[in-house]
């Protein structure tokens, strides 16, 4: 019976999955869960939707914590000042705690009061905006907040779209998660744009006020942070009662929120807006050919912009040190500027500068053509009309004058009549401020020039002027127009020739000097300079002083011309032809080339690269060039440590015998007390230098200098032709370095030319080179005595023939000789009286 009643039982398993799915199918009947899981289909799809619209290709956020802007590369001199930076927008870093908070507190007021309390993102802002953009049928206006700000302007682009404001959200909230509030701000304050070129509030402080953040006041303050708003409207004079109802607006704000007192509010509100049109001083902007030279080296080096690497000259934030002096380059200018002026003086108006349409546009072609001056109140203008008595001029500010026909009485060199007759509307001249709104006219010489000044100890450029002005030509004549040298190769020469046994008493034919040229050329007969023909026998010193190109050539074809070449181009001037025209200057070399090899020569022959940058930091401060560059270790320490001073270590190679170039330089010297730059005498500091006049004369030239400067200079005409028969470096290249050193070496204690080891210092007469005993040289720059310098075993022999023993002409000694018993004074009692050999 039991097992009967067991039989008719039947089992079920019921599995949980089974009933959640007999729970929804008996769900999904009621039409209210349908509709519920519609929506919440619509929503998942929604936001498939979105991430694949809207946040699938956004930037990480994390490239956030390692941004590196775009900065503005500084340029420092010689003392470590800020001179110059290169930039196309207005960049400065500061951390947020270099920040002041009342500045961060005014930007807080007038762009998200909320900020330490939001994730990110301003709902019932986001709210009212979609009203007013529902009810205005104007530009749609939005409730960023400063995070929502920082991801438009480091991630994303300002397109005007709600696209980009739903991806602007998305990252804002990304960003909340990833960075501290502190840290948010900091790129805020660091990046936005504020007009005027300036993205930063650091930039903008010194763009709007000339001030550095923490020296800003309190309506100071709220002004820039009113300039995210409108920051191209509310820096212009015209906008400036909206400005000002702004920003006290935000000093309002400011006191409820409770961050300034009502008093304070008060007084700032009282205050004028108080903008400088000035810019920025704090960095000097010298500019000029020294500064673009600089910028063209780095782009060269590093890229021009953040597409060119990491450390572009013009993103990359780089610090660069510079030899710049800025007293050498003032005098550089003014002396190279007043010499072209001496040369052009008295030949009449060289013509318009350029010229543009003169149409109703003229100011903004006037302003996009760079022209510009800085130059004794010059200026640059447009002729807009002209009648029979005056010319309307306008310049590149928006200024109009007038320049009266008296004012314009130049003669016009090039097809006579006046300067006034000759203008044209659209001619752009240069124009000198005469009273009120009247103007006279100014030239700008036709003739040009370059001039270096250099360092002989290292290189160093301290110096460089490559025309009038930059602005009228970029072309820099100091290192990219090639030059015949002229006589100033005439050094290097002898160089040569005293390494092929000759010495500075050898004596050479001033004479006719003629080579055959073959069948076709027949005979090549040298002169010297004007047509002189010789005049004798003469010492090389004598020859070099007196610039003579017969005994140049004759001593050049005694030794042959491919030492000479040699030696030209090892000292860096240039490959030349072994030609005997080329021991006269018929090569070309730039003024930086000659100079850098005088400078060499002033450093007994040892090898110098010119350049204008020490060394370059990234924006971290790590020398990244040169690549081998290392630190002086020790040189800053605060007290000595009974060390020797550390000293920098002699580098580069040895070029030309120390000898060699102290016997050259030695020579130079008497150049400038008894040859072609006389002139330069009355410096009255040891000095040495070489005259340069070309064939034409085309160009003429002076390099030389004192133990510690030398500089180096040429003019001419950018398309070569003759200066005119008159033109000769003595008399018109000297004067420009004597100008020049008359400011530049003002303070510089005078030291002499340091012979190396080996020298030895003879009296010789200086007509005949022989050896003299019993007389010694005198103060007089044209006595016969003089000491000369030999190399070891090549100086006068002794001899017993009394007309070799003494001077040709008896020079009475000048330098008050201690008397001696013996009636007799030996040369080693002469150099121990003066410490050595110098």
């Known amino acids: 019976m039991a097992a009967e009643t067991t039989s008719h039982f039947r089992y079920r398993l019921h599995r949980d999955s089974n ?39 956004l930037p990480s956020v994390e490239q956030l914590r390692d941004y590196e802007p775009p900065l503005p590369t500084m340029v420092r001199d010689a003392e470590g000042k800020p001179v110059h930076s290169y930039a196309r ?22 762009e998200d009061k909320t900020f330490f309390s939001h994730g990110g993102i301003d709902y019932p802002g986001i709210a009212t905006a979609i009203v007013t ?39 804002a909230r990304r960003i909340e998660g990833a960075l501290t509030k502190e840290q948010i701000l900091e790129l805020y304050l660091n990046e936005i744009p504020l007009g005027r070129r300036a993205f930063g509030v650091q930039a903008a402080s010194r763009a709007y006020f000339d001030k550095d953040v923490d020296q800003l006041a309190l309506h100071e303050m709220a002004f820039l942070a009113i300039l995210p708003k409108a920051p191209e409207k509310y820096g212009r004079a015209r906008f400036e009662a909206d400005a000002l109802a702004r920003r006290n607006f935000v000093l309002g704000s400011m006191a409820e929120n409770g961050w300034i007192t009502p008093a304070q509010r008060d007084a700032a509100r009282a205050m004028p807006l108080g903008l400088t049109s000035s810019g920025n001083t704090a960095v000097a902007q010298v500019g000029g050919y020294y500064m673009e030279e600089v910028r063209r080296q780095l782009i060269a080096q590093f890229g021009e912009t953040a597409e060119d690497g990491p450390h572009s000259a013009y993103a990359g934030g780089l610090w660069v040190r510079t030899p710049y002096d800025g007293k050498m380059q003032a005098a550089a200018t003014s002396a190279l500027r007043k010499g072209l002026q001496r040369y052009d003086a008295g030949k009449g108006w060289s013509g318009p500068i350029a010229t543009i349409e003169a149409d109703d546009q003229w100011q903004s072609r006037l302003a996009s053509s760079f022209i510009g001056i800085d130059y004794d109140g010059w200026r640059v203008a447009a002729v807009l009309s002209k009648s029979a008595g005056e010319a309307r ?137 004007g047509g002189a023909g010789g005049s004798g026998e003469h010492t090389m010193r004598w020859g070099l002083e ?10 050049a074809s005694q030794i042959g011309m491919e030492p000479i070449v040699d030696m030209i181009q090892t000292m860096g001037i240039g490959k030349h032809e072994p030609y005997l025209s080329t021991a006269l200057g018929a090569g070309s070399t730039t003024v930086e080339k000659i100079t850098n090899a005088y400078a060499m020569l002033a450093n007994h022959g040892r090898e110098l690269k010119p350049r204008v940058i020490d060394y370059v930091q990234d924006r971290r401060g790590k020398v990244i060039f040169p690549a081998k560059w290392k630190p002086c270790d020790g040189c ?53 230098g070489k005259t340069g006049t070309t064939s034409g004369p085309n160009d003429v030239w002076f390099v030389g200098g004192t133990p510690d400067v030398i500089a180096g200079m040429y003019i001419g005409f950018d398309q070569p032709r003759s200066m005119g028969g008159y033109a000769q470096g003595g008399s018109l290249a000297a004067p420009i370095f004597k100008d020049f050193a008359l400011v530049a070496l003002d303070d510089r204690q005078p030291i002499p030319f340091a012979a190396p080891k080996g020298i030895r210092m003879v009296r010789i007469d200086r007509q005949s080179g022989r050896r003299v005993y019993g007389s010694w040289p005198g103060n007089d720059p044209k006595a016969s005595i003089i000491w000369e310098a030999f190399k070891p075993e090549s100086e006068p ?28 004074r030996s040369d080693n009692d002469f150099l121990e009286d003066r410490g050595g050999i110098i």
């Open 546 to 555: 007196q610039s003579r190109n017969l005994m140049t050539v004759r001593a």
């Open 636 to 688: 800053n320490k605060k007290d000595w440590d009974g060390r020797p001073m550390p000293r920098f270590a002699k580098s580069g190679k040895q070029l030309m015998d120390p000898l060699t170039a102290y016997q050259v330089v030695h020579m130079l010297e008497g150049v400038v007390q008894r040859g072609t730059a006389v002139r330069l005498r009355d410096l009255d500091v040891p000095l040495f």
């Open 133 to 171: 953009n529902m009810t205005n049928s104007g530009r749609p206006v939005g409730a960023s907040t400063i995070t929502q700000q920082v991801a438009k302007n480091l991630l994303l682009t300002n397109e005007l779209s709600y696209r980009r404001k739903i991806r602007e959200l998305i990252l």
């Open 797 to 824: 022999r002794r001899t017993i023939r009394e007309e070799e023993i003494k001077p040709a002409k008896a020079a009475k000694r000048q330098d008050a000789p201690v008397q001696q018993g013996n009636g007799g």
């Open 393 to 529: 001029i306008g310049f590149a500010n928006g200024d109009t004058g007038r320049l009266p026909a008296g004012a314009a009485t130049l003669g016009y060199r090039k097809t006579g009549g006046s300067a006034f007759s000759a203008m044209r509307p659209g001619d752009l001249i240069v124009v000198k401020a005469s009273g009120g709104d009247t103007y006279a006219l100014r030239n700008i010489p036709e003739v040009s020039g370059g001039f270096i000044a250099e360092s002989p100890h290292s290189g160093r450029i301290f110096a460089m002027q490559g025309g009038f002005d930059v602005r009228l030509s970029p072309f820099n004549r100091a290192t990219q127009a090639e030059r015949q040298p002229g006589s100033t190769i005439k050094p290097f020469v002898y160089a040569a020739a005293l390494d092929n046994g000759m010495t500075p008493a050898t004596m050479i034919v001033d004479g006719s000097f003629c080579v055959y040229q073959g069948a076709r050329f027949g005979n090549k007969c040298f002169r010297n300079f």
């Open 19 to 57: 009933a959640v799915l007999t729970w929804f199918r008996t769900m999904w009947l009621r039409r209210w869960f349908r509709w519920l899981g519609y929506l919440v289909l619509t929503g998942l799809l929604g936001l498939v939707l979105i991430w694949a619209i809207f946040a699938r290709d």
């Open 89 to 110: 927008e207005r960049r400065v870093q500061l951390e947020y705690s270099e920040y002041p908070q009342l500045l961060v507190r005014a930007f807080l007021a007038a």
